[in-house]
Structure formats: structure tokens, C-alpha cells
């Protein structure tokens, strides 16, 4: 439907300049499932004032169910398929974190990640590792492909993830075997790329953000919030009517403003097995 995570050509994600004018329709109507107090009816009121599709996928850390809002559903991964992607290889190292995964994650460095890609070996093999590690998160159903169906973007990001998939996976991220090193890096994101869930305090967390083939940007991100009754896992994604990415992360502070005025209402959890 949408777009996908990082391209290969720059030292790090470049943030877009150029705009478009037309969005793809919905494939699906504004919803709202199970959502926690009133930040369902807040949502509902914000919602027309968006500017375009926009989701919204909230999940304790092990908890069973997510709630779900807005009307956007799935796209490619774009950059947040970073994460998963450099616990993959931080598993094959020794679990030694190195400058490409830290480039990889605070800086959503695309030569970076590439480098990590390849050190998972064939094309078909690093895809098998990198999916693997949602499968372990409890993500049963996206596929990562082994090759480009964009050229001149990367095979893993443009994976197609869902917010319910991405946002379930994210609540079993603090679980999982060695994930500490990974999401210690996601609370340390660039000062440019704290648009979001940067925009609240105690938060780890990745965007992702990329041109569909009509050059309309989808802008992504998901994390983990910390609170005193434990983590929250979260996964926002927009597409702006406009189509630039400047408006694309504007939904998302917008989001991202009316999650700081129901902190108490997240429902938050711990671990407790792993997945």
C-alpha cells in the first residue's frame, strides 16, 4: 500500500525535500478497537483534523492484545525494520554492539544497515535471520524479502508490517535475549529524528520514512514508553494528504501530543516470560 525503510546510497536516511499532491484512498474506514479511557473519543475528535491516514497501535510490554486506531493499517517497514534487524545481527557477534549498529539505530545510517544486512551473509540468509527474530517476538505472519522489489531501496525495509504486528512485536522487545544493547541505542536517537514519541519523556523508539512509487511519504515510527506501572509499547504511522514528509511527521507529533494527556490511561506491563 505504502512505502518502505532505508535506501543505500547515503551515509544516513536523508530527510526528503520534494512534495507531492495526491494520496492513495484508505483501504479501510477510521476504527477504533479496545482503546484505554477516553483517548478513544479524543482520538476520534483529532482524527478529522489530521490531514490525511493516519494509525495509532498501543500494546503493554506483555500484554495479549493491542488496541488499534486511525485508518491506516499496513505499509513497508521502511527504517524501523532497523531494530529488528540489528538484534539479528547482534546475535551472531558475540552480543558486541559496534559502531554500525549504533549508526544503524541513532542515526538511521542506510550504509550502515546495509553493512549489517550483508554481514548476515546471502541475501536469502540474512532475511531468514532477520525474520527469525520476529517470529521470536511473537510477529507471526510479515515476511522479509531476501531482494529489492524497489531498487534503489533496501530488501528489509520494504517489508510490509502492520501496526498490529509491529506494535505486538515491540511489547515482547524488552523480553527478548540480548535486546537491552538494541533498545538502549533506540534512547538515543539524533537530535533531527526525535519527532514523535521523541517528543515524550522516557521513551526508546525508531522511525522510518520513504516515497511510494508516486512519491508520497509515509512516515513511521514505533517504541517503548516507560511509566511507574511498567512500558508501554507504541506504533504510529501517517501519510499526509499533502504527501510530504514534513506533514507526514506533523501527524505524528500531533498523535504523539494527545498520548501525553492520557500517560495514566496507557495500559503498561512487564515482563514475565520470555515470548
Known amino acids: 500500500m505504502l512505502l518502505s525503510p532505508a535506501a543505500c546510497s547515503d551515509a544516513s536516511e536523508t530527510t526528503p525535500t520534494t512534495t507531492t499532491e495526491r494520496l492513495p484512498t484508505a483501504a479501510a474506514p477510521a476504527t477504533v478497537f479496545a482503546l484505554p479511557g477516553s483517548l478513544a473519543a479524543d482520538f476520534n475528535a483529532l482524527r478529522p483534523r489530521l490531514d490525511g491516514h493516519a494509525g495509532m497501535a498501543i500494546m503493554a510490554v506483555g500484554g495479549q492484545r493491542p488496541a488499534l486506531m486511525g485508518d491506516w493499517r499496513t505499509g513497508p517497514a521502511w527504517s524501523t525494520m532497523k531494530v529488528p534487524l540489528t538484534l539479528a545481527v547482534l546475535r551472531t557477534n558475540g552480543n558486541t554492539s559496534t559502531y554500525q549498529m549504533s549508526a544503524t539505530i541513532t542515526e538511521s545510517d542506510n550504509s550502515a544497515a546495509d553493512g549489517l544486512w550483508q554481514s548476515l551473509g546471502t ?57 537491552d544493547k538494541v533498545t538502549n541505542l533506540m534512547g538515543k536517537v539524533v537530535w533531527g529524528q526525535q519527532w514523535g514519541l521523541g517528543h515524550l519523556d522516557n521513551t526508546r523508539f525508531k522511525g522510518g520514512w520513504g516515497p511510494d512509487p508516486a512519491g508520497s511519504y509515509l512516515v513511521r515510527q514505533f517504541g517503548l514508553l516507560s ?3 511498567g512500558d508501554v509499547a507504541i506504533a504510529l504511522a501517517a501519510q499526509a494528504t499533502s504527501g510530504t514528509f514534513e506533514d507526514g511527521t506533523r501527524i505524528l507529533n500531533d498523535m504523539a501530543g494527545l498520548l501525553t494527556k492520557h500517560l495514566g490511561d496507557l495500559p503498561a506491563g512487564h515482563c514475565t516470560a520470555a515470548p
Do not use: K
Open 227 to 229: 511509566t511507574p506501572e
Open 123 to 179: 541475501p536469502d540468509a540474512a532475511a531468514r535471520a532477520v525474520q527469525a527474530v520476529l517470529r521470536e517476538g511473537g510477529d507471526t505472519t510479515t515476511a522479509v524479502p531476501a531482494t529489492r522489489n524497489r531498487a534503489e531501496y533496501s530488501a528489509f525495509g520494504q517489508a510490509d508490517w502492520s501496526l498490529e504486528d509491529q506494535v505486538r512485536w515491540a511489547s515482547r522487545l524488552p523480553c527478548l535475549p540480548d535486546a
